[in-house]
């Protein structure tokens, strides 16, 4: 059974706003790319990340590894939105349109399932224009303890 049932949806929403605040403010990573985070819901988050110039490669589109990246960010802040300390099991990407200097990339992490211990997540990763450029799946693990007390 999931801890989280009980929790009326004020309370719910509350903690993951808290929740991913901090892990957010924890995280270089996301913050050196200029991901920011747009919506905040338990088990849905919306993240954005401009296209760079630092961030095209030889082909002159987006390397693939920062549309990854973006992705997993926000498949981390929704994963975590319940306050259980949760890590990736596995992923993959399908890259299904290319992204280029100065897009702003938007993430969408949606929860599709989830255990006591494991969950399925999935990501669409599109364009300022709603173009969808990549699909991303992610695998949970929950571990010991929470984000915030």
């Known amino acids: 059974m999931n ?14 706003e808290r929740v991913v605040r901090t892990l957010f ?25 401009p296209v760079r110039a630092d961030m095209v490669n030889g082909h002159d589109i987006c390397h693939g ?3 990854f990246t973006l992705a997993d960010s926000a498949f981390a802040f929704c ?7 949760t890590v990736a099991a596995g992923a993959t990407i399908d890259f299904l349109a290319p992204a280029h200097k ?5 993430a969408t992490a949606k929860q ?31 571990v010991k303890g929470q984000i915030v007390e």
């Open 3 to 16: 801890a989280q049932a009980n929790i009326p949806p004020t309370e719910a929403q509350a903690l993951a």
């Open 25 to 49: 403010d924890r995280d270089r990573a996301s913050q050196a790319l200029g991901i920011e985070i747009l919506e905040v819901r338990p088990g849905c988050i919306r993240a954005a990340m």
């Open 65 to 67: 590894g920062y549309i």
């Open 79 to 85: 994963c975590n939105s319940f306050n259980a300390n």
């Open 102 to 106: 100065g897009d702003r990339l938007v």
């Open 112 to 142: 599709l399932w989830r255990s006591r211990r494991t969950g399925l997540y999935e990501i669409e990763v599109a364009n300022q224009d709603g173009a969808v450029v990549a699909l991303f799946r992610g695998r949970s693990h929950q």
